[in-house]
């Protein structure tokens, strides 16, 4: 129906998480009005984020750089490490700006039916990283079986380290997830996290 470089283009879009093919129609047409600079622009961006974004080498957050900018910022108090998830869930939780320690990404969950074990998480740096200097461990991972199931792993790996474990209290409804969350129920989370064993 359509020429196959506008095809491309639709396709390229569906791509896309949550995007159908009606979306993604609206996103080629939108794009074709851009003029030279903004579709400029718009590559330049895409190319760079792909070629220059990494994991950071501490927490695995996104970074330019070997380190994120909450792992070089020296005002962040380094004793505190709050895990999550992914990527979004830093983002959630800094929109609180109540949360002043660090983070740990752990790149998903435990998930057996996925086939997802711990093994394929990044939980051995996060082992690694904990120093006589740690004070605590927030585990913050979503309230569904996976984040659960993934919290109480953590937690029983922890307990032979001399830090204290809590879990974010759940001002999060069961299933949610942190990146969908308003900063007020982040920060009645953070505010309600508990210890974990012990």
């Given at each position: 129906?359509?020429p196959?470089?506008?095809?491309?283009?639709?396709?390229?879009?569906?791509?896309?998480?949550?995007?159908?093919?009606?979306?993604?129609?609206?996103?080629?047409?939108?794009?074709?009005?851009?003029?030279?600079?903004?579709?400029?622009?718009?590559?330049?961006?895409?190319?760079?984020?792909?070629?220059?974004?990494?994991?950071?080498?501490?927490?695995?957050?996104?970074?330019?750089?070997?380190?994120?900018?909450?792992?070089?910022?020296?005002?962040?108090?380094?004793?505190?490490?709050c895990?999550?998830?992914?990527?979004?869930?830093?983002?959630?939780?800094?929109?609180?700006?109540?949360?002043?320690?660090?983070?740990?990404?752990?790149?998903?969950?435990?998930?057996?039916?996925?086939?997802?074990?711990?093994d394929?998480?990044?939980?051995?740096?996060?082992?690694?990283?904990?120093?006589?200097?740690?004070?605590?461990?927030?585990?913050?991972?979503?309230?569904?079986?996976?984040?659960?199931t993934?919290?109480?792993?953590?937690?029983?790996?922890?307990?032979?380290?001399?830090?204290t474990?809590?879990?974010?209290?759940?001002?999060?409804?069961m299933?949610?997830?942190?990146?969908?969350?308003?900063?007020?129920?982040?920060?009645?989370?953070?505010?309600?996290r508990?210890?974990?064993?012990?």
């Amino acid at each position: 129906m359509y020429p196959a470089i506008f095809e491309a283009l639709v396709n390229n879009f569906r791509k896309l998480p949550g995007v159908g093919l009606k979306t993604a129609e609206r996103y080629a047409f939108e794009c074709l009005k851009w003029n030279q600079e903004d579709t400029d622009d718009f590559i330049k961006n895409i190319t760079n984020a792909k070629n220059q974004l990494r994991p950071c080498v501490v927490c695995g957050n996104l970074a330019e750089h070997d380190k994120c900018d909450i792992c070089s910022d020296g005002q962040r108090d380094q004793t505190i490490i709050c895990v999550v998830e992914t990527i979004k869930d830093v983002v959630a939780m800094e929109k609180t700006q109540e949360y002043h320690g660090v983070y740990h990404v752990l790149n998903g969950v435990i998930s057996t039916s996925k086939g997802i074990m711990p093994d394929d998480l990044n939980i051995n740096s996060l082992i690694e990283r904990i120093n006589e200097d740690t004070k605590e461990i927030i585990i913050a991972t979503n309230p569904t079986v996976e984040g659960e199931t993934t919290a109480l792993y953590l937690s029983k790996l922890l307990e032979k380290k001399a830090v204290t474990v809590t879990r974010i209290a759940h001002g999060l409804p069961m299933g949610g997830h942190l990146d969908y969350a308003d900063e007020l129920t982040l920060i009645k989370a953070i505010e309600g996290r508990k210890q974990i064993g012990q």
